[in-house]
């Protein structure tokens, strides 16, 4: 999606990928910045490193405790996160859903999950139940939705009544093998209007498909995907994101359509 933005605004730019090892990524970092690259996106597991490796913090960085988009600048390296905006927007956007008063099970507590936790706190929802393998690192984030955001209910358990949504913020999905990453024995999709997982490749996994069946409304990933993107290119060109032209990048990408 970036390298057919930066085709329609005629930018000689280059948007490339590589893997990196975590115990190497402070010094990936210092060499993107050597080579003069304007910025950077960090995916999975590298999120929450990144928060201590670069010279400031954007607000958007600061507040969800989460770096996904670094950018160069004369004066150092600045961290910003992009995902936690993409999330609200493409909840609303593709799933119509009100987030304030909502009730909302998120499944997941890592990097993803964290910033989705926040974010949905600050739009007033009424009540979030979380629900990690890890169960300590739900009650750390539980802790400080408690102190920024004391009127959000948190619960450490999966909900016994009706909830608004069921968001997917764990990495179970990308391989066809995994299981679902919602244990229906603790919730049915009967008890949810709609369902939203933050995974876009496949574009259907279990727990979408299965959503489907119980007459849950479903998205998946993309439209985070594109918005994260879109305000990403916008901070390192200081250009408007042509979207249309990013969201049939990503569609041709993903679907092949």
Known sequence: MHNAAFAAL?????????EVDPKNLRAAIAGAKAMNFAG??????????????????DESARKWGAVNTIKFQPDGVMGFNTDADAI?????????VELRGAKVL?????GAGRTAALKLASENVAELFLVNRTQSRAEEIAGEIKKQFP??????????????LILNATSLG???AD?????????????????YDMIYRPAETKLLIAAKAAGC??????????????KAFEIWTGKSAPLDVMRRALEQNIYGH
């Open 151 to 164: 009127s959000v209910k948190v619960s450490l358990d999966h909900p016994k009544a009706k909830v608004d």
């Open 10 to 18: 005629g930018l000689n730019w280059r948007y490339l990928a590589f």
């Open 40 to 57: 950077i996106n960090l995916t999975v597991p590298h999120k929450l490193l990144a928060v201590d490796m670069v010279d400031s913090l």
């Open 106 to 110: 998120l499944l997941g507590a890592g």
């Open 217 to 230: 409304q479903t998205a998946n990933g993309l439209g985070m995907l594109l918005h994260q993107g879109a």
């Open 88 to 96: 609200v927007t493409s909840l609303r956007e593709d799933l119509k």
């Open 179 to 195: 299981v679902s990453p919602l244990d229906e024995t603790q919730c049915s999709l009967k008890q949810t209007r709609a369902v």
């Open 174 to 176: 990308l391989n066809p």
